[in-house]
């Protein structure tokens, strides 16, 4: 079966994904606003953005440390094999944590990159001794994060991205 063609966007869609992003509690009439429509044209775009899976949800972007998550953190893993069973594994096992809150398969010095969070020095120490304790993972590498000088959600869309 062939992959769905890419829906057709054109400088308006843009603008919405645009404004979105910036921010997703943005009242329809005032996003329609932004972007040069009435309120049920740009409803109707919306939709299928959704529909045809551009907008996959929303969300709110919630600060860890008050929540008592201290230190975030990335794993490098590498696994010992790389038969599909065993990818397929790897991934199920470490996507049910829910410290770890990204789960990307890598090409190139390792297998996965994982981003996870921890409260502290110590439950940092037990997320990595599990990842290393599992059978399948043959090498596990951790860099902690000092601080984050940009992290922004979604792509580059619109004027300013192209």
Same mark, same amino acid.
């Given at each position: 079966?062939?992959? =769905? #063609? +890419? $829906?057709?966007?054109?400088?308006?869609?843009?603008?919405? %994904?645009?404004? /979105?992003?910036?921010?997703?509690?943005?009242?329809?009439?005032?996003?329609?606003?932004?972007?040069?429509?009435?309120?049920?044209?740009?409803?109707?775009?919306?939709?299928?953005?959704?529909?045809?899976?551009?907008?996959?949800?929303?969300?709110?972007?919630? =600060? #860890? +440390? $008050?929540?008592?998550?201290?230190?975030?953190?990335?794993? %490098?893993?590498? /696994?010992?094999?790389?038969?599909?069973?065993?990818?397929?594994?790897?991934?199920?096992?470490?996507?049910?944590?829910?410290?770890?809150?990204?789960?990307?398969?890598?090409?190139?010095?390792?297998?996965?990159?994982?981003?996870?969070?921890?409260?502290?020095? =110590?439950? +940092?120490?037990?997320?990595?001794?599990?990842?290393?304790?599992?059978?399948?993972?043959?090498?596990?590498?951790?860099?902690?994060?000092?601080?984050?000088?940009?992290?922004?959600?979604?792509?580059?869309?619109?004027?300013?991205?192209?």
């Amino acid at each position: 079966m062939a992959d =769905a #063609p +890419e $829906p057709e966007l054109d400088d308006v869609d843009l603008n919405i %994904l645009a404004e /979105l992003q910036r921010d997703g509690r943005i009242t329809n009439v005032e996003l329609a606003r932004r972007v040069g429509l009435s309120a049920p044209p740009c409803l109707r775009r919306m939709r299928r953005l959704e529909e045809v899976g551009i907008i996959r949800g929303y969300h709110a972007d919630v =600060a #860890p +440390e $008050p929540l008592g998550y201290e230190i975030t953190f990335f794993a %490098l893993v590498g /696994l010992d094999s790389q038969k599909q069973a065993v990818l397929d594994g790897f991934e199920a096992d470490v996507t049910a944590w829910p410290e770890v809150r990204e789960c990307h398969m890598i090409r190139g010095g390792g297998d996965f990159l994982l981003r996870l969070v921890a409260r502290d020095t =110590a439950h +940092e120490n037990q997320l990595t001794s599990r990842l290393t304790g599992a059978p399948m993972v043959s090498r596990v590498q951790t860099l902690q994060t000092i601080r984050t000088a940009k992290q922004c959600a979604g792509v580059p869309v619109g004027p300013e991205g192209g």
